[in-house]
């Protein structure tokens, strides 16, 4: 069976903490930290942090779609993420941390908003949904330094899930099968 690689690129929080879940995931060639939904050409991480670009730290997905869908890696990406909180994920505050959703095609955009939507309507937050689901734009591979951190830094990685995301995971997806 021929691979048949598409990209899909997810916005939540602190791409540090959401490139594991992606990377270990059967089906996925490459996971890579970088800006996008911004209008700076090739920022930084500082101009990124400093604000003022629009840029959202994110990952960009490289799988195999004939392994995992679209879909999956959607559902992968709620169990990540804070989708009620609109101005960040968990210790990481700003714009620049937004919960976002990029889409290439509709056909990604139908996926994502009927995913949206079962989440939604599941009740399993007291809150609105407030990820935003938006096209994709171009996207800018962050600075070597934090491509795969959690390998680069494991000690690091600790200090960053106990900044309250992993405490919410297990809070809202404990016993969730799959993903």
Request: charged share 25%; net charge negative; with cysteine.
């Amino acid at each position: 069976m021929t691979a048949e690689l598409k990209t899909a690129t997810f916005a939540g929080g602190c791409f540090w903490c959401m490139v594991q879940p992606f990377d270990t995931y059967p089906g996925i060639e490459r996971v890579v930290s970088g800006y996008t939904g911004g209008h700076v050409a090739n920022p930084t991480y500082e101009q990124v942090c400093a604000g003022g670009t629009g840029h959202t730290e994110a990952v960009q997905i490289t799988y195999d779609s004939s392994k995992v869908s679209y879909a999956d890696l959607v559902e992968i990406y709620w169990q990540q993420t804070d989708p009620t909180d609109a101005f960040g994920q968990f210790q990481d505050r700003g714009d620049n941390y937004r919960p976002v959703i990029y889409y290439q095609t509709e056909e990604e955009k139908g996926i994502a908003e009927a995913s949206k939507q079962k989440l939604q309507d599941s009740g399993r937050f007291d809150q609105p949904i407030v990820t935003t689901i938006e096209p994709a734009q171009p996207f800018y591979p962050a600075e070597e330094y934090h491509q795969d951190f959690y390998k680069k830094d494991p000690f690091r990685m600790m200090i960053e899930e106990a900044g309250g995301r992993q405490k919410f995971i297990d809070q809202h997806w404990k016993g969730v099968s799959g993903k």
